[in-house]
T-cell receptor
Framework: DAGVTQSPTHLIKTRGQQVTLRCSPKSGHDTVSWYQQALGQGPQFIFQYYEEEERQRGNFPDRFSGHQFPNYSSELNVNALLLGDSALYLC?????????????FGDGTRLSIL | GENVEQHPSTLSVQEGDSAVIKCTYSDSASNYFPWYKQELGKGPQLIID?????GEKKDQRIAVTLNKTAKHFSLHITETQPEDSAVYFC???????FGKGTRLHILP
């Protein structure tokens, strides 16, 4: 039973470029959330997708956008990259429920901006 | 705005002793409190969680307590082992907010 998988594992970009990160949820999960984790900090919630729609959003600018596909996989897109976007980007999947369900995390994509 | 504070930021305990990590939250609508363990180069792994209608939950050497009135919850690890060394994060949901983490060192 595959867990949450993310690709790529590492990525180097320059300021102003655009990047797309990918996530496949754990088998049986239908909800995907994205987090940004700066070095030495806790994960910060970016947004959550369910039924191909953004359901919740954290305090991130419009440069951060996402998409969920019919097979529940998801992409995170970041435009006009800034040096401060360097971080570990984590994807977490869960089963959608009105109550809270445990989230399972992938090992992340390490994004470095030069 | 909503906030989760976690203490201490670093904790060193002798192998076999207990470790306690504490978190406070500000959003009274929070109703789910997971704890995660993150090892180097890995994503956070859920180790235990508690919902707002429960005061305490235990799973082998790990326990979590919740005081909704005081808006704080704690992680307790007993009989610590070297493999418990990691960074631990608390989180509060309503909105999804993580603490800044506690780096736990188990000393031989």
């Amino acid at each position: 039973d595959a867990g949450v998988t993310q690709s790529p594992t590492h990525l180097i970009k320059t300021r102003g470029q655009q990047v797309t990160l990918r996530c496949s949820p754990k088998s049986g999960h239908d909800t995907v959330s994205w987090y940004q984790q700066a070095l030495g900090q806790g994960p910060q919630f970016i947004f959550q997708y369910y039924e191909e729609e953004e359901r919740q959003r954290g305090n991130f600018p419009d440069r951060f956008s996402g998409h969920q596909f019919p097979n529940y996989s998801s992409e995170l897109n970041v435009n006009a990259l800034l040096l401060g976007d360097s971080a570990l980007y984590l994807c977490a999947s869960s089963l959608y429920s009105p109550g809270n369900q445990p989230q399972h995390f992938g090992d992340g994509t390490r994004l470095s901006i030069l | 705005g909503e906030n989760v504070e976690q203490h201490p930021s670093t904790l060193s305990v002798q192998e076999g002793d207990s470790a306690v990590i504490k978190c406070t939250y500000s959003d009274s609508a929070s109703n789910y409190f997971p704890w995660y363990k993150q090892e180097l180069g890995k994503g956070p792994q859920l180790i235990i969680d508690i919902r707002s209608n429960v005061g305490e939950k235990k799973d082998q050497r790990i326990a979590v307590t919740l005081n909704k009135t005081a808006k704080h919850f704690s992680l307790h690890i007993t009989e610590t082992q070297p493999e418990d060394s990691a960074v631990y994060f608390c989180a509060a949901k309503g909105k999804i907010i993580f603490g800044k983490g506690t780096r736990l060192h188990i000393l031989p």
